[in-house]
């Protein structure tokens, strides 16, 4: 998948700007707070159908406006082209169109403009608790499973609407209790296998990519946990309700599942190195996107690479540019503070490339 051009108004502190990429790698530099981020939050926004780091639409909009629009320009692998717009205006719903054909729900729109992001506070993949490491492993195969994302969509409900009567003051109807679990443990099945070979095909990739870019010895590893894996999760939940009702939530599900990180014997997210660990991450996000190319959507995602010199030296930064520039990925987006540090870079790279400076919500060539 290429992005070949990306029209963006009143997106976050970006008034209006319209870019033509380069198929390969497309670096934006500036200082912090500039707007680099946001281009490749905008880019990210067209594929999910919505920013990767804001809770609302509304605090997408720029300051002062009312309406925010983004288009983009894409050309599929096998040539298909699709123009993608989203649209928030006041009062009105989002929308979002391909091809001028309005998507009727946002889930049915993913996995169509494949992609994958890796930013700074991606390191809450690494160090922080098992709700990163489930919205990963959710945005991985919800790109190439549909069937997978409605059985997401529908635990979730059923989990919400399982702790609403948990919480309530009166004793909780049995049936509507019954009702609930049977759905959950329907969908948690589903989502516990695919989760599972998930973890089972993407280890490989993972340590693969980590020898490549890490002088680490010690070999990385992914354990998937579950409480699925103790039996069926419908005899989990219904020992566990009593209990459950005490503390007013879901003990058990999926909705607890761990992707468990370790390097050599230890756990990774209390023992690596900021190096390590981002090293780590961008392993597991290469992984994650060979994943998706070979065996996943089987077509070429977009790879964002935002602020990649933080917590590496140079020579390792050089290192994943060359890896990112050759054969195994498509188009590239790369963010930093300093462009004459990613000049030399990007020449010995020895790949197609263009570098934007992004300056108070301008980007300019």
Avoid at 16 to 28: E, Q, R
Avoid at 50 to 71: C, F, I, K, P, Y
Avoid at 273 to 284: C, D, I, N, P, V
């Amino acid at each position: 998948m290429i992005l070949n051009r990306l029209t963006l108004l009143n997106y976050k502190n970006i008034a209006a700007a319209d870019i033509a990429f380069s198929p390969k790698i497309n670096c934006l530099t500036g200082s912090n707070g500039e707007g680099k981020t946001n281009v490749l939050d905008a880019v990210f926004y067209l594929s999910f159908g919505h920013s990767a780091s804001v809770m609302t639409d509304a605090l997408a909009v720029r300051h002062g406006e009312e309406e925010m629009m983004l288009q983009g320009r894409y050309v599929a692998d096998d040539k298909t082209g699709y123009d993608v717009t989203v649209a928030v205006k006041p009062h009105k719903s989002k929308r979002l169109s391909v091809n001028k054909k309005a998507c009727r729900r946002i889930a049915d729109h993913i996995g169509l403009i494949p992609l994958v992001m890796v930013s700074p506070e991606d390191t809450d993949l690494v160090k922080g608790g098992g709700e990163a490491r489930r919205r990963f492993m959710d945005i991985v195969i919800s790109q190439y499973d549909r069937v997978y994302l409605n059985a997401l969509l529908a635990y979730n409900k059923a989990l919400r609407q399982r702790n609403a009567l948990l919480r309530a003051e009166a004793e909780p109807d049995p049936l509507m209790m019954d009702i609930y679990e049977l759905e959950m443990a329907e969908k948690g099945e589903l989502i516990f296998a695919s989760r599972q070979r998930l973890a089972e095909r993407i280890e490989p990739l993972f340590a693969r990519y980590y020898a490549a870019i890490s002088s680490s010895s010690e070999t990385p590893s992914l354990r998937y946990v579950s409480h699925c894996q103790r039996g069926p999760l419908l005899a989990t939940l219904r020992e566990g309700r009593q209990r459950d009702r005490i503390v007013g939530y879901s003990l058990h599900g999926i909705h607890r599942d761990d992707l468990e990180m370790s390097l050599g014997d230890y756990p990774i997210k209390s023992e690596a190195s900021q190096g390590q660990t981002k090293s780590f991450l961008l392993a597991l996000k290469f992984a994650q996107f060979g994943l998706l190319r070979s065996a996943g959507v089987q077509e070429t995602p977009l790879l964002l690479l935002d602020d990649l010199f933080d917590k590496l030296d140079e020579e390792r930064v050089g290192q994943i540019v060359r890896l990112v520039s050759g054969d195994d990925f498509g188009q590239i987006f790369i963010t930093d503070t300093d462009r004459e540090r990613l000049s030399p870079i990007l020449e010995r790279a020895q790949g197609d490339y263009k570098v934007f400076s992004v300056r108070d919500g301008e980007v300019t060539l």
